[in-house]
């Protein structure tokens, strides 16, 4: 690839989505706008790899390059800013704030949930420590003045994918698609309505259950998420399909890569299989997450990607590029992979003594029922979006988690607010 790994999803064009993420942390005080701003921009030396601003080159490749301007941080507003634009100081990335909530945007084009959690924990591990005047206990949390971890700034390339054919192939049961709500949700002004809804439960809870049933916390997510489904949606529809996002940036060496490196899960459920207790549902999604993670498998997938970036590659002009970024993205194409919802678990991470400032910490994304699952010292969180207007799945994922026995806290609806990118060359037009 000649470019960046970073700048290939600006060729796609934001019609109906953002592709963007908008970070939740929830403060147990109210929020100091001035210690904010200034531990933001603390924090970024840390990270001068999201410090960039976009140009494009003769070949209308675009290209990223350094932008000492500062990070913004303003208060929420009506309506999100553009990234890359100059009310952002040109940043792929600013920050909000509101009562005792901070917002971290950043562009989904540099990274994903994986690549900026640890840029989010040494945010708010700076503000505590400038807030409070203090060192909080936090080894789990990157801190400005120290060194790269393994791999974290490296490009990927070939030579790091396996050259094994892959062990298994998913076949396809062409589960339902949600058609009917993304156009309701994108063009009826009556039922438009990009919001989510954040649940949480206690650790423990969860992790009890799991063992009980043989399930690890992303299957037993990827199973509730999917029996909401079938509480929700009409009988006729005989398959409901999970996709759940893996990064194997260890598997190919990069183990602290930033990068948004990832192959997809995918599990189709036919209806009857969901009535099945969680112990048979649990060892069956567990054993296809472990068996589609395989290397062999994502490394497949890996170089499907790379040869459509090498495709944009060999188009001259931006507009050819973007164009034929549209056309070939086997992501959302003809021949995309078809899912009813997305369930994804950043995995725990170790916010130490930070915690104990926090009372939650979520993932904000685009789409409708895509999923997000994060963790917290002793809480677990479940961001549940959406694109219209609607009670019917929280109230069928209510209704799981009662017949389930797990306790839970909902509060939402919030709206999703995410940015979109203002980018050179008339971008938009």
């Known amino acids: ?140 949390i990157r801190k400005i003045g120290e060194a790269f971890l393994e791999g974290e700034i490296e490009e990927p390339t070939w030579d790091m994918l396996s050259n094994e054919e892959a062990i298994y192939k998913s076949e396809s049961k062409n589960p339902v698609m949600l058609y009917g709500d993304y156009i309701n949700g994108l063009f009826n002004p009556f039922l438009k309505d990009a919001s989510y809804r954040l649940y949480t439960f206690k650790q423990k809870d969860i992790i009890r259950f799991a063992k009980e049933n043989d399930a ?111 056309k070939n993205n086997f992501g959302t194409g003809k021949g995309a992979r078809k899912n009813t919802f997305i369930c994804n678990y950043s995995g725990r991470v170790d916010w130490g003594e930070v915690a104990q400032y926090i009372e939650d910490y979520a993932i904000i994304v685009e789409g409708h029922i895509v999923c997000e699952i994060t963790s917290l010292a002793d809480k677990i969180f479940l961001m549940l979006p959406q694109v219209m207007k609607t009670d019917k799945y929280a109230n069928a994922l209510n209704e799981v988690w009662n017949e389930l026995g797990i306790p839970f806290e909902l509060e939402g609806p919030f709206p999703k607010l995410l940015p979109r990118h203002k980018l050179p060359m008339n971008y938009h037009e």
Request: glycine share 6%; net charge positive.
């Open 1 to 140: 690839m000649k470019y960046s790994l970073d700048t290939y999803r600006l060729y796609l064009k934001e019609t109906h989505f953002h592709y963007a993420m908008r970070i939740r942390v929830t403060m147990k005080e109210k929020v100091s706008a001035n210690i904010l701003r200034k531990s933001v921009n603390e924090a970024i030396l840390r990270y001068p790899y999201f410090a960039k601003q976009v140009a494009v080159d003769d070949e209308g490749g675009f290209v990223l390059e350094p932008n000492n301007r500062e990070i913004v941080v303003v208060p929420v507003g009506r309506k999100a800013r553009d990234l890359c634009s100059e009310e952002v100081n040109g940043h792929f990335c600013y920050v909000e704030y509101q009562d005792k909530t901070i917002y971290f945007n950043m562009s989904h084009s540099l990274c994903g949930g994986k690549g900026v959690q640890p840029w989010v924990m040494t945010n708010v591990y700076q503000y505590v420590k400038n807030k409070y005047q203090i060192e909080p206990n936090a080894p789990g």
């Open 216 to 326: 690890s916390v992303q299957s037993f997510f990827t199973v509730a998420i999917a029996k909401m489904l079938d509480k929700a949606l009409p009988e006729k529809y005989p398959v409901i399909g999970a996709k759940v996002a893996h990064n194997p940036s260890e598997d190919i060496g990069l183990p602290y890569s930033y990068k948004d490196l990832l192959s997809h899960i995918y599990i189709d459920y036919e209806r009857d299989m969901l009535k099945w207790d969680m112990e048979k549902l649990g060892i069956m999604t567990r054993g296809q997450i472990l068996l589609q993670k395989d290397p062999s498998n994502s490394s497949a997938q890996l170089k499907k990607l790379f040869t459509y970036y090498e495709g944009i590659d060999q188009a001259i002009g931006l507009k050819n590029k973007m164009e034929y970024a549209a």
